[in-house]
C-alpha cells in the first residue's frame, strides 16, 4: 500500500513539478537554495499526501503546500541569501519566436516581480497562473474581494518599479 | 496591455526552463529529512519546557536545609505541586495547538497556528520568569523579616558563612535580577531572530483583511 502510494505520488510530482520549480525560482536567488527548497517542498508535499483526497486536484493542493513551505516554513540559509547566480527568468523560445523586445520587458517584469514581499509574490504567482480570485483568496486564507484590491496595489506598485 | 499581461501571456504560453527530476531521481528525497521551521520550533519549545522543569530538581542540597531551617519547606512543597499542575495544563495546550499546525492550511492559518504555538511556549516563560521573580521577592523580604533567624542559620551553615549576613540579602537580590535580566534578553534575541520573517509576513496578510 505504502509501495503503491509513493508510486503515485512520485509519478504526480513528476508531472506538476514545474508548479515547484517556477515558485522556487520565484523565492530564491541561487540554483543551490532552489534545489533546497525543491527539496523541501518535496517532503512537506510527500507528509501531507496520505491525508489528500482526490476530491480536490492535485495541483491545486500543491499550489497551497508549496507556497505554504516557500513562504512560512523553509528556513533560508544565510550562505545562498545574498548571491544572485541565475538569470531572473528564461523561457523556451523557437528562434523564430525570438522578440529581443519582449524578452527584456518580461525580465525586467519579473525582476520587479521578485522585490516584492513573500506575500505579495504568492499573489503575483497564483495570478501568473492564471488562478481567479476565489482560488487565490482560498490559498492565502483572505476574502476575495481583498484579494482583488491587493492585486490592484501589486499592480501598481510594480508600475512604479518599472516607471520611476 | 499592462507588463504583468504581458508575462501573464508568456507564463502560460511558454515553458520555462527548469531541470526536468525524473522519478528515480525524486524518490530518494522523500527519504530526506525536512528541516522546516515547524520542526525547530518544535524541538526548541520541547528543549525550553524540559529545561523549566528540570530546574525545579535542580535547588542544592545545601539550599534545601537552608530552606528548611527558615521553615519553607511546607510552603515550597505546595508551590511546586502547583508548578507541576501549570506545567501539565501547559504542555496539553502546546501539544493541542502543535497539532492544529498543517501545511495543508491557508497561508495565513499556517501562519497564525504557528505563532499560536510558539505563544504557548512563551506565555510558559513569562510564568516562570514571573514565578521566579515573585518567589525571588517574597522570600527575600521574608528573610528581612526574620533577619535574626536568618544570621543564626548562615552563620552555623558551613556553606553560606562565607558570606557576611549582612550582605545576604542584597546579593541575593541582585543576583536574581541579573539572572532574569539575562533569561528576558536571551529570549528576545533568540525568537526575534527566529520568527522575524513569519510575523512580518503574518502582519501583512492580516493587514489585507484591514
Not at chain 2, 523579616?145 to 542559620?153: A, G, P, Q, R, T
Amino acid at each position: 500500500m505504502t509501495k503503491e502510494l509513493e508510486h503515485r505520488f512520485v509519478a504526480q510530482l513528476e508531472e506538476h513539478q514545474n508548479i515547484v520549480h517556477k515558485i522556487c525560482r520565484l523565492y530564491t536567488n541561487d540554483s543551490d537554495a532552489h534545489n533546497d527548497l525543491f527539496q523541501e517542498i518535496t517532503i512537506q508535499l510527500w507528509k501531507a499526501y496520505p491525508k489528500f483526497r482526490g476530491d480536490a486536484k492535485f495541483s491545486t493542493w500543491m499550489y497551497r503546500v508549496a507556497l505554504n513551505t516557500a513562504i512560512t516554513l523553509y528556513r533560508k540559509s544565510k550562505r545562498t541569501v545574498q548571491t544572485q547566480d541565475y538569470e531572473s527568468v528564461s523561457f523556451k523560445v523557437s528562434s523564430e519566436a525570438y522578440d529581443p523586445t519582449v524578452e527584456d520587458q518580461l525580465k525586467l517584469m519579473y525582476n520587479a516581480v521578485k522585490t516584492l514581499s513573500d506575500v505579495d509574490k504568492a499573489l503575483v504567482f497564483l495570478y501568473l497562473e492564471n488562478k481567479n480570485y476565489r482560488e487565490i483568496a482560498d490559498t492565502l486564507g483572505i476574502t476575495e474581494v481583498n484579494a482583488r484590491v491587493k492585486m490592484n496595489r501589486i499592480k501598481e506598485k510594480l508600475r512604479t518599479i518599472l516607471n520611476p | 496591455m499592462d507588463e504583468l499581461e504581458i508575462l501573464k501571456k508568456e507564463w502560460q504560453s511558454r515553458e520555462q526552463e527548469f531541470p526536468k527530476l525524473t522519478s528515480k531521481e525524486i524518490y530518494p528525497m522523500l527519504l530526506k529529512k525536512s528541516s522546516s521551521m515547524v520542526k525547530w520550533i518544535f524541538y526548541i519549545s520541547i528543549a525550553e519546557m524540559i529545561l523549566w522543569t528540570t530546574l525545579y530538581f535542580l535547588v542544592p542540597e545545601s539550599s534545601k536545609k537552608f530552606q528548611e531551617g527558615m521553615g519553607l519547606n511546607a510552603i515550597f512543597m505546595w508551590i511546586n505541586i502547583f508548578n507541576y499542575g501549570v506545567v501539565f495544563v501547559f504542555v496539553y495546550l502546546f501539544y493541542k495547538n502543535h497539532q492544529k499546525i498543517q501545511v495543508t492550511n491557508t497561508v495565513k492559518e499556517l501562519m497564525a497556528n504557528i505563532l499560536r504555538t510558539r505563544k504557548t511556549v512563551h506565555y510558559f516563560v513569562y510564568y516562570n520568569i514571573g514565578m521566579a521573580a515573585i518567589l525571588m521577592f517574597s522570600v527575600n523580604l521574608y528573610y528581612y523579616f526574620n533577619k535574626d533567624k536568618l544570621y543564626h542559620i548562615l552563620k552555623s551553615d558551613e556553606f553560606y558563612s562565607a558570606v557576611p549576613p549582612e550582605t545576604f540579602i542584597t546579593l541575593n537580590a541582585i543576583g536574581g535580577l541579573i539572572i532574569i535580566g539575562f533569561l528576558i534578553l536571551f529570549y528576545w534575541v533568540i525568537y526575534g531572530l527566529l520568527l522575524r520573517r513569519l510575523k512580518k509576513n503574518y502582519k501583512e496578510l492580516k493587514k489585507i483583511e484591514v
